[in-house]
Protein backbone atom coordinates (compact mmCIF):
# COMPACT_ATOMS: atom_id res chain seq x y z
CA UNK A 1 0.00 0.00 0.00
CA UNK A 2 0.92 3.45 -1.18
CA UNK A 3 2.40 6.06 1.92
CA UNK A 4 -0.07 9.06 1.55
CA UNK A 5 1.72 11.91 1.00
CA UNK A 6 1.79 14.59 3.69
CA UNK A 7 0.77 18.15 3.07
CA UNK A 8 2.53 21.06 4.70
CA UNK A 9 0.41 23.95 6.67
CA UNK A 10 1.69 26.65 8.51
CA UNK A 11 -1.33 29.18 9.83
CA UNK A 12 -0.77 33.36 9.99
CA UNK A 13 -2.05 34.40 12.79
CA UNK A 14 -3.67 38.32 13.64
CA UNK A 15 -0.14 40.01 14.62
CA UNK A 16 1.33 38.36 10.98
CA UNK A 17 2.91 36.01 13.04
CA UNK A 18 3.15 32.04 12.13
CA UNK A 19 2.10 28.49 14.18
CA UNK A 20 3.91 25.56 12.48
CA UNK A 21 4.29 23.90 10.15
CA UNK A 22 2.67 20.92 10.37
CA UNK A 23 2.27 17.94 8.15
CA UNK A 24 -1.20 16.53 7.78
CA UNK A 25 -2.40 13.49 5.48
CA UNK A 26 -4.72 14.26 3.33
CA UNK A 27 -7.62 12.62 5.42
CA UNK A 28 -7.46 15.49 7.97
CA UNK A 29 -10.24 17.82 8.61
CA UNK A 30 -10.60 21.26 9.09
CA UNK A 31 -11.34 20.54 12.28
CA UNK A 32 -8.54 18.49 13.50
CA UNK A 33 -6.65 21.60 11.98
CA UNK A 34 -8.20 23.71 14.31
CA UNK A 35 -8.40 21.47 17.17
CA UNK A 36 -4.11 21.68 16.54
CA UNK A 37 -3.97 25.24 16.01
CA UNK A 38 -5.76 25.86 19.44
CA UNK A 39 -3.59 23.45 20.92
CA UNK A 40 0.05 25.68 19.55
CA UNK A 41 -1.59 28.71 19.56
CA UNK A 42 1.28 30.82 21.81
CA UNK A 43 0.38 31.43 25.12
CA UNK A 44 1.23 35.59 24.94
CA UNK A 45 -0.93 36.75 22.78
CA UNK A 46 -3.55 38.97 23.41
CA UNK A 47 -6.47 37.29 21.36
CA UNK A 48 -6.47 33.82 22.20
CA UNK A 49 -9.47 31.32 20.68
CA UNK A 50 -11.29 29.85 23.91
CA UNK A 51 -11.90 26.99 21.90
CA UNK A 52 -11.93 25.64 18.02
CA UNK A 53 -14.61 27.12 16.89
CA UNK A 54 -13.33 30.34 17.69
CA UNK A 55 -10.71 30.00 14.98
CA UNK A 56 -12.08 30.83 11.17
CA UNK A 57 -9.35 29.29 8.77
CA UNK A 58 -9.05 30.83 5.57
CA UNK A 59 -7.22 29.96 2.50
CA UNK A 60 -7.19 31.34 -1.25
CA UNK A 61 -9.77 33.96 0.35
CA UNK A 62 -12.45 31.25 1.61
CA UNK A 63 -13.60 30.13 4.52
CA UNK A 64 -12.98 26.63 5.25
CA UNK A 65 -15.82 24.26 6.61
CA UNK A 66 -15.02 22.23 9.75
CA UNK A 67 -16.28 19.12 7.95
CA UNK A 68 -14.00 19.84 4.88
CA UNK A 69 -10.77 17.37 4.86
CA UNK A 70 -7.61 18.60 3.38
CA UNK A 71 -7.91 17.09 0.31
CA UNK A 72 -11.01 19.18 -0.30
CA UNK A 73 -9.62 22.17 0.50
CA UNK A 74 -6.45 21.68 -1.55
CA UNK A 75 -8.19 22.32 -4.51
CA UNK A 76 -6.94 25.33 -5.66
CA UNK A 77 -3.39 24.54 -4.20
CA UNK A 78 -2.44 22.53 -6.62
CA UNK A 79 1.17 21.12 -6.23
CA UNK A 80 2.67 23.61 -4.63
CA UNK A 81 4.79 23.31 -1.35
CA UNK A 82 4.24 25.18 2.07
CA UNK A 83 1.04 26.24 2.49
CA UNK A 84 -0.02 28.94 4.53
CA UNK A 85 -3.70 29.35 5.78
CA UNK A 86 -4.66 32.46 7.43
CA UNK A 87 -6.33 31.86 10.83
CA UNK A 88 -9.17 34.89 12.64
CA UNK A 89 -10.10 34.42 15.88
CA UNK A 90 -13.68 35.12 15.51
CA UNK A 91 -15.83 34.36 19.32
CA UNK A 92 -19.30 32.11 18.75
CA UNK A 93 -22.27 34.65 18.22
CA UNK A 94 -23.85 33.35 21.43
CA UNK A 95 -20.76 34.15 23.34
CA UNK A 96 -20.84 37.72 21.54
CA UNK A 97 -24.59 38.26 21.93
CA UNK A 98 -24.33 37.62 25.70
CA UNK A 99 -21.01 39.63 25.78
CA UNK A 100 -22.83 42.18 24.69
CA UNK A 101 -26.10 42.28 26.67
CA UNK A 102 -23.72 42.45 30.00
CA UNK A 103 -22.15 45.75 28.50
CA UNK A 104 -25.35 47.13 27.77
CA UNK A 105 -27.16 46.18 31.00
CA UNK A 106 -28.00 49.48 33.00
CA UNK A 107 -25.36 50.64 35.26
CA UNK A 108 -26.88 51.07 38.42
CA UNK A 109 -25.23 54.46 40.51
CA UNK A 110 -24.53 53.85 44.03
CA UNK A 111 -24.21 57.58 45.77
CA UNK A 112 -23.03 56.47 49.05
CA UNK A 113 -22.43 59.07 51.64
CA UNK A 114 -19.56 58.51 54.73
CA UNK A 115 -20.25 60.49 57.56
Known amino acids: ???EELIELKFRIYDGSDIGPFRYPPTSTVATLKDRLLAEWP????ITPKVANDVKLISSGKILENNK???QCK???GELGLITMHAVVQPSL???KTEKK???APQKNC???IM
Not at 43 to 46: A, M, N
Open 69 to 71: TVS
Open 94 to 96: AKA
Open 1 to 3: MPE
Open 102 to 104: IDE
Open 75 to 77: MSF
Open 43 to 46: KDKK
Open 111 to 113: ACS
